[in-house]
C-alpha cells in the first residue's frame, strides 16, 4: 500500500515537473480561442513609444547641426530677434541674439527673457544662456 503511494506521489511531482518544463522557452503563447498575445518591449509605455515613429521625442538622435538651425528658427519669431548665433560647450547653449534696431533699453530683457522661455521649453536637454548684442 506504501509502495503504490509513493510511485503516485512520484508519478505526479514528474508530471508537474515536465508541466512547467514544457510552458517554459515558449516565445508566442496562444490563449484558448487559439490566438496569438503580443508581448511589448520593456519601455514603460506599453509599446507606445514605438507606434509612432515619426513623432519627435527622447529617441530621436540629433546632433549640434541640427539642433543650431532649429533653434535659430525658433526664436525667429519672437519679437524683436534679428538673428542669432548659438554655441554649445557639451550641454550648453549659448544663444547670442541680434535686436531689432528700434527696440527701447527697457525691452531688451523681455526679449532675451522670451527667447530663453522659448529655447528652455523646446530644448529641455540643453542649459540655455542667452545674452543680445544690438
Known amino acids: 500500500m506504501q509502495k503504490n503511494w ?3 506521489l512520484i508519478t505526479v511531482v514528474a508530471i508537474c515537473m515536465l508541466m512547467v518544463i ?3 522557452g515558449n516565445k508566442v503563447k496562444t490563449n484558448s480561442n487559439g490566438f496569438k498575445t503580443n ?3 520593456n519601455d514603460g509605455y506599453l509599446g507606445m513609444s514605438n507606434s509612432n515613429p515619426s513623432l519627435p521625442g527622447h529617441h530621436m538622435v540629433t546632433n549640434y ?6 533653434m535659430k528658427q525658433s526664436i525667429k519669431n519672437v519679437p524683436g530677434v534679428a538673428d542669432s548665433n548659438v554655441t554649445f ?6 544663444v547670442t541674439i541680434k535686436l ?3 527696440l527701447k533699453a527697457n525691452e531688451i530683457p523681455t526679449v532675451e527673457q522670451q ?3 522659448v529655447l528652455r521649453f523646446n ?11 544690438k
Open 123 to 133: 530644448y529641455p536637454q540643453y542649459t540655455i544662456h542667452v545674452k543680445s548684442m
Open 65 to 70: 547641426k541640427s539642433d543650431i538651425s532649429s
Open 22 to 24: 514544457s510552458g517554459c
Open 115 to 117: 527667447a530663453a522661455t
Open 39 to 41: 508581448s511589448y518591449g
Open 6 to 8: 509513493k510511485i503516485g
Open 89 to 94: 560647450n557639451g550641454a550648453n547653449a549659448y
Open 100 to 102: 531689432n534696431s528700434g
